[in-house]
Nanobody, 127 residues
Framework: QVQLAESGGGLVQAGGSLRLSCAAS????????MGWFRQAPEKEREFVAA????????DYADSVKGRFTISRDNAKNTVYLQMNSLKPEDTAVYYC????????????????????WGQGTQVTVSS
């Protein structure tokens, strides 16, 4: 069993930046694709970004392309989400998830088995 812990959320003004971290403990995650998701109040959880097991492949939701960057450091068992040019509509609780597969495509397509989730970190962007 792997445990995931997100950090780095907070309150930021529109146009600002934050970097979220997701630290994994327990079982290794270096052979697994990872994803970031978010859930705003009264909305369903939505996909944000995904990264393959090696970090060679990434994909993003259209709403964050060009502003967010997902990366990973397998030596540190950590995946990151760099968020730039933040907008009020980015306000949400952000979650990381571990796929049982290696490819980011499964997370993007919604076919991956996301067996492990973190507790989430709140991101609030003020206008």
């Amino acid at each position: 069993q792997v445990q995931l812990a997100e950090s780095g959320g907070g309150l930021v003004q529109a146009g600002g930046s934050l970097r979220l971290s997701c630290a994994a403990s327990g079982r290794t995650f270096s052979n697994n694709a990872m994803g970031w998701f978010r859930q705003a109040p009264e909305k369903e959880r939505e996909f944000v970004a995904a990264i393959s097991w090696s970090g060679a492949s990434t994909d993003y939701a259209d709403s964050v392309k060009g502003r967010f960057t997902i990366s990973r450091d397998n030596a540190k068992n950590t995946v990151y989400l760099q968020m730039n040019s933040l907008k009020p509509e980015d306000t949400a609780v952000y979650y990381c998830a571990r796929s049982t597969g290696r490819l980011a495509r499964g997370i993007v397509e919604g076919t991956a088995d996301l067996g492990s989730w973190g507790q989430g970190t709140q991101v609030t962007v003020s206008s």
